[in-house]
């Protein structure tokens, strides 16, 4: 683990950092407060935090419905990245889908997104599809990956 870094389940107290976080990394989706809290709060989804020293540094959100879980979205402050913070994060998802007895997980990334993708792919997610033009600013295509859990 990361010098430092400390991996833990959010809640409903860590919403104005997430948002600040969230809203600093670009490629992140941008949700709206109300979609974080119901994220915080409710049973189907797990986000989960790393902090250093009591600072957000980044998140994870998953989602799992009828046995397939769904990375929906990750972040990590720029002054961190490329030190293993994101990699943490998408194994704590990964594990947190297992514990829910879920048999695979998905996710989406821009074509574009060479870092993500090699995250990714050394995690074993594979390449299941693309969606044309499926992002704007700039429009491109999203890359739909899986990995079997089971």
Not at 28 to 33: G, L, T
Not at 59 to 81: H, K, N, Q, T
Request: aromatic share 6%; hydrophobic share 50%; net charge negative.
């Amino acid at each position: 683990m990361s010098a430092g870094l400390r991996l833990r389940a959010a809640g409903a107290g860590d919403l104005g950092g997430l948002l600040a976080l969230e809203r600093a990394c670009d490629g992140a989706p941008h949700w709206s407060e109300a979609a974080w809290l119901a994220m915080l709060t409710g049973d189907e989804r797990a986000v989960i935090v790393a902090e250093r020293q009591a600072e957000l540094v980044g998140f994870v959100a998953v989602a799992l419905v009828a046995g397939v879980a769904s990375l929906e979205s990750i972040g990590v402050d720029a002054a961190v990245r490329r030190q293993g913070t994101a990699r943490m994060l998408c194994e704590a998802a990964l594990a947190w889908a297992r514990t829910q007895g879920a048999t695979a997980m998905e996710l989406e990334v821009r074509a574009s997104n060479a870092a993500a993708l090699g995250l990714y792919g050394g995690l074993g997610f594979v390449e299941q599809g693309r969606r044309p033009k499926y992002y704007n600013g700039p429009v491109e295509d999203a890359v739909l990956m899986g990995i079997d859990l089971t």
